[in-house]
């Protein structure tokens, strides 16, 4: 089984919808990732969190909101969705004390209409 | 700011080398290199570390001088496999974690 999953892996919504992504880890690592992945734009932070406790911004965390309900999960939502909202998203994790490598998800490919 | 990585792309025959670079305007705790094949998430290749430290892919070689905020990440005798899109991604340090990634180098491998 994978160690970090994403759900869904699709998903098509229309504009001004609440919509929620969902990432698991079973690698007990502490922190946790959310990036969002544009073509020819490279990996852009949205928001990470040390502990299910302390919860950071990235870059681009702007109309976007995150829950650490336990330390192997953590959910991105999206409040109101905006067509420019469209990319790929990316869950990762690391294990804060071994050296900050981090280990991705699948991806969500998120699509607003 | 997102580093600036050069080549944006490349294209080698199988056994070539190449060599990308990952260049920042602030100062940097680690610098990070990550590749990504279509589709696929990106995999982690390589850490340089403040001092020299580094840890990663057998195969992969990296440099990195702290002093001019550049890594460079060398691919000797490439193979296939090694096609994909190569990210660097820098961390700043100072309590703040999370990656700041370039645009990326699209590496294409042929026979």
């Known amino acids: 089984d994978a160690d970090v999953t994403q759900t869904p892996r699709n998903r098509i919504t229309k504009t001004g919808k609440r919509i929620m992504l969902e990432c698991s880890q079973t690698k007990g690592h502490d922190r946790m990732y959310w990036y969002r992945q544009d073509p020819g734009l490279g990996l852009r932070l949205i928001y990470y969190s040390f502990d299910v406790k302390d919860i950071n911004k990235g870059e681009i965390s702007d109309g976007y909101s995150v829950s650490r309900q336990a330390q192997a999960k953590f959910s991105l939502s999206l409040e109101s969705a905006i067509p420019n909202q469209t990319a790929l998203y990316f869950c990762?994790?690391?294990?804060?004390?071994?050296?900050?490598?981090?280990?991705f998800g699948p991806g969500t490919r998120l699509t607003v209409t | 700011q997102q580093p600036v990585q050069s080549p944006q792309a490349v294209i080698l025959r199988e056994g070539e080398d190449a060599v990308i670079n990952c260049s920042s305007s602030k100062a940097l705790y680690s610098v990070h290199w990550y590749r990504q094949k279509h589709g696929e998430a990106p995999v982690f290749l390589m850490i340089?570390?403040?001092?020299?430290e580094q840890k990663g892919h057998e195969k992969i070689s990296a440099s990195f001088n702290e002093k001019k905020q550049q890594s460079s990440l060398y691919l000797t005798a490439s193979q296939l496999s090694y096609s994909g899109t190569y990210f660097c991604?820098?961390?700043?340090?100072?309590?703040?974690?999370?990656?700041?990634f370039g645009k990326g180098t699209h590496l294409i491998i042929q026979p």
């Open positions: 340089l570390l403040k001092g020299g």
């Open positions: 991604g820098l961390r700043r340090g100072g309590g703040a974690d999370g990656l700041t």
């Open positions: 990762a994790t690391s294990d804060g004390d071994r050296g900050y490598e981090q280990y």
